[in-house]
């Protein structure tokens, strides 16, 4: 970490004293009022290191639930350090020890006042200064900036070495797997049968290489899980490990050492299980686990985290959103979240934030009721074993520190979602899994809220890495959100995150909540016109709240942030249905936070918010389908279209172009057009040559590959694929 220098004639001091110097000629000096100003310095400080000031920051202490008024939060999402404000009439000596005396943190911390300033780092007190003076300001500040945290920079170092030897260990691990399945048959067995049971579970086109990377998982981070969670248990008590480590016993039953092979990395493991020790609060452990994860996938698996749309959802979003759930539920229906009978699924669990924060407004509203909800009625779906993992015992954790007693959560399923909808009745994975699946397909679920994966699928073909088909699911979303577009294009209407609307829409039946943080380009897309008219259709209210952040929309220059670091723009979105209402009216409300906002700010907005009754929303009467209609002509939809899918098809239409096509689209433009025409030829001879050897080669493969997609040589320098050439190479066509 750099060192942290400030100037008494620094624009972040004067701005502070000139807002203090407003409050006192208002005879604003409670601490709500005051501590604002002093929040803002600390932020701007924070921001120049990277770092980040979250205010109201939950702690836990010897299972009591404490709030910091703020604490500046590392890239990691460690807290470097504490901030706690007191207003004008408190004796700022006697507050100190009265927060010491419940257990707040003695390593870096920051007590204010307006008048005073009292810093304390590794249990004993370096500053006691008067605020008056702007040089003790600077002093104070720079002294708590500039602690040096051991454990703290040791992990750092360790996350940065983890992340890049990541995928150096992970191929390591790939070369020995393939070698023990040419020579060890105890682990062939062991490895088919596994496959098998995913393939039935997960995907029936899971290929081998999907499963090998899930043992890597596994073997890279069930350390971090035992020891982080001080729980040797997790491995022989869950479900899913159960059968990992089953596999990996047979993998390890010759000559492979799983100790003797991850030696190389005790130093970066003992630098992560050090910090993790270090970590009192499970509140923070959590995040730490959290950053474990997303730096795992960024350095180890790419595409994974492409294809799935890995997005850690942000912890401001999160509350938000289930403090809104709350309220809809209340005002709407008369029920609450603690309430018998009401279920709750988030179909997308990722790390299991969004039901850690269910839970706890269930302690909140009814603490009686969290072990009946915790056994019954939370239910969650991941299709990724790393994150799977890492829900379970956050969630089993979370249960455990609020009741002071362990229960297992069977509420957490390994499956796709998206599977679910395909109604077909197989074992999932292992007998215990399939139950909770079972369990879960007969609850009557009331809210479904969550982060749905995002990705609208891969660049080209050679990139190997597409989104997964449903035919009953996508069926419904052609007879939908599809059936009633008028755009040529509607190949946006497959995303996940698509998908993910049609299905919850779905899946409450006939009364509910939808809450979900995701793109939002359905709200103005052309491709998505039908979809918004069903939303209209199906359900009697729509709030969206705008979150904006699409960098592809942007003028030259102009910039924008993002909550999630994505350049697709986000919004928040509840859909509310209620059982006695036909025909359903949909009331629509949009609300949007200012583009201009860093995303610290929108974050800020959302917390001082609490909850979409905090939102002041604007009632929209759509035109047509668009619901964005600011600027729009009112004789928009009496003018003539340039063309359309009935002109298109020789229907009648009143259109000006009767005729449309792509025009001359060949998939590899890179190959076939150029200036001169010698470099084409020499081109498409190369293209032509390298195909008809990859027919060649598949033509004399003795046992023909399940899928053509790893098989096919994905260089994009050696060839261009489209799915209709892979379907050509498997026809043998030349």
Known sequence: MSKFTLKPTSKEIKAYYARMGEQRQLGLTVEGNVAPAFADLLGSCARQLGYRLNEQHPLKVNGRSLRLDGAVLTQYNLRFGAWEAKDSADDLPTEVKKKFAVGYPKDNILFQSPQRAILVQDGREVLDVALDDPNNLVKVLEAFFNYKAPALEEWEAAVAAFKARVPEVAEGLKELIEREYKQNLSYKAAFDGLLTQCRIAINPQLSPEAVQEMLIQHLLTERIFRKVFDNDRFTRQNAIAQELEKVVDALTSKEFNRDGFMRPLDHLYGAIEKTAADIRDYNEKQDFLNTVYEQFFQGFSVKTADTHGIVYTPQP??????????????????????????????????????????????????????????????????????????????????????????????????????????????????????????????????????????????????????????????????????????????????????????????????????????????????????????????????????????????????????????????????????????????????????????????????????????????????????????????????????????????????????????????????????????????????????????????????????????????????????????????????
């Open 317 to 734: 979003i999160v509350q938000f959103m289930v403090k809104s759930v709350e309220q809809l539920l209340q005002r709407e229906f008369g029920r609450s979240l603690a309430d018998e009978g009401v279920h709750i699924l988030d179909p997308f669990v990722g790390t299991g934030n969004f039901i850690l924060r269910v839970m706890e407004e269930i302690r909140q509203t009814k603490p009686s009721a969290l072990p009946h909800k915790y056994a019954h009625e939370l239910h969650c779906n991941e299709v990724m074993l790393l994150p799977y993992y890492i829900a379970s015992m956050n969630i089993e954790h979370a249960y455990y520190e609020a009741m002071g007693a362990y229960a297992p959560f069977k509420g957490v399923c390994f499956v796709d979602t998206f599977e679910l909808a395909e109604d077909k009745n197989m074992p999932l994975f292992v007998e215990e899994n399939t139950e909770r699946v079972q369990r879960q397909r007969q609850a009557n679920i009331t809210v479904v809220l969550g982060n749905p994966p995002y990705n609208v699928g891969q660049a080209n073909e050679n990139d190997n890495n597409k989104n997964r088909k449903y035919p009953k699911l996508d069926q419904r979303v052609r007879e939908t959100y599809a059936a009633t577009s008028k755009a040529t294009n509607r190949r946006a209407l497959f995303d996940p995150y698509v998908k993910a609307f049609r299905w919850a829409s779905d899946r409450i039946r006939d009364e509910g909540v939808v809450a979900f943080v995701s793109n939002n380009s359905f709200l103005d897309g052309i491709a998505f016109d039908g979809m918004r008219q069903s939303l209209l259709k199906e359900f009697d209210a729509v709030y969206v709240l705008d979150l904006g952040g699409n960098s592809r929309k942007t003028k030259r220059g102009e910039k924008v942030s993002n909550v999630f670091d994505i350049r697709v723009g986000v919004c928040i979105t509840f859909l509310v249905r209620k059982q006695d209402i036909m025909p359903r009216g949909g009331r629509l409300y949009y609300a949007a936070v200012p583009e201009t906002g860093s995303k610290q700010a929108k974050f800020d907005f959302l917390s001082q918010a609490v909850s979409l009754d905090g939102v002041t929303w604007q009632p929209l009467t759509p035109k047509g389908n668009v619901w964005l209609t600011e600027g729009m002509r009112d004789d928009w939809a009496t003018m003539l279209p340039l063309g359309t899918k009935d002109g298109k098809a020789g229907r009648d239409a009143q259109t000006i172009f009767g005729l449309s096509s792509l025009g001359v689209v060949t998939s590899r433009d890179v190959w076939v057009y150029n200036y001169r025409d010698d470099v084409v030829e020499e081109n498409v001879t190369r293209l032509i040559r390298n195909y008809n050897y990859e027919v060649f080669r598949y033509t004399h493969e003795k046992n023909p590959p399940a899928h053509i997609d790893s098989y096919v040589n994905n260089d994009p320098l050696f060839i261009s694929w489209t799915d209709r050439l892979k379907q050509s190479l498997v026809k043998h066509q030349t």
